[in-house]
């Protein structure tokens, strides 16, 4: 590839073929890209990594994504939804090591208990954390009242991620079983963002019959949709799942990694301020993943506050990092030797100057 196409990144608005050709740059091309990322993030946002605590709620699920192993379907798994005290001491204790945010993630469940049981949570959660916390919820597609309601309350960041924004792919991965729409998706997220949560949106990076069109689209469809924080995952398989094919590559595991880094280097040069979360799909990978992910332009990590009894139980992908209790030391779990002058900012929600410019906007 010639240096001007390692350069491609600079030019004023990329194209699907520019963002293509970009997505397929190795070694020194890529580099180029990860460091441009690495001074984009650091005129807009300065070095700072934000924390934002995980408590893994509940696996249950009514959903049966082909991809998942907390799907429905899946027998094999004990489930599991954390009693409102465990929910209570996780978020005390994340306020107490320094986190700006927690993020509360299920399963998707619906009806008016599970409602209700969502805001009283948020509600009693900022009570004893003195409102010190940002509150994210990541649980899926739900009504219009509902996602009001949980905003009402207080959460102030809702996480949906698109998955696959091509209908053709998303339908390849996602079961026709009267539980999946297309639509409904993109309503729920054009719901979310309206009701005035900052948004975020992401995909999965390496599903089968995937593009490196479909991931270019993926990322024009974040941009156009002006989104506040990404989420990007490799996609691993998990063998209690229907993609599953009886065997994992990790030549492939490898080029899904190298993929996802490259695409976190694409959203931060394209959106700028936005909050990318460095996911810890990358670490199931590569024992350096998170970092690696920093390096490339994310900004976020989500440490896991679950407690360990609870852990085996949310396996979306197999395998999963050990599971470990957050070291109060070094609560970002991060090695920092490799990421130097980054810091972490401890008792700050990390909001960004975009979801304000858009809020302005509105
Ligand atoms: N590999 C990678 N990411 C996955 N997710 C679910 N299953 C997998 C998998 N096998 C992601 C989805 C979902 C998020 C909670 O986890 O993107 O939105
Ligand atoms: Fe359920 Fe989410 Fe897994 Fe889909 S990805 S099966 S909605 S937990």
Known sequence: MSRETGNLFLKKELTREDI???????DDNRNMLFKEASEVKKRYLGNTIYLRGLIEYSNLCGKNCLYCGVRKDNKKI???TLSDD???DAAIAAREMGFGSITLQAGELD??????????LINTIRKLTDNALGITLSMGEQSSETY???FEAGANLYLLRIEASGKNLYEKVHPVDGHNSYYLRHECLKIIQNTGYQTGVGIIVGLPHQTLYDLADDIIFMRDFDIDICGISPFI??????IWKGGSDTYFLDERF???LKMIALMRIIMKDINIVSATAVRSINTTGLEKAIIAG????MPNLTPIRYREGYKLYEPKPDAKEIDRNNVSGLNLELLPGETIGLGKRGDTTHFQRRKNKL
């Not at 293509?20 to 190795?26: K, P």
């Not at 994310?298 to 990590?301: E, H, L, S, V």
Request: glycine share 2%.
């Open 111 to 120: 009806g008016q208990a599970h409602t209700d049981k969502i805001e009283s």
């Open 237 to 242: 398989e998990h063998t209690d799942t229907p």
């Open 258 to 260: 190298n993929l996802t």
């Open 298 to 301: 994310a900004n976020i990590i």
């Open 86 to 88: 465990e929910v209570f």
């Open 78 to 80: 004990n489930r599991y």
């Open 148 to 150: 009001k309601r949980w």
């Open 20 to 26: 293509v050709t970009l997505l397929r740059s190795d």
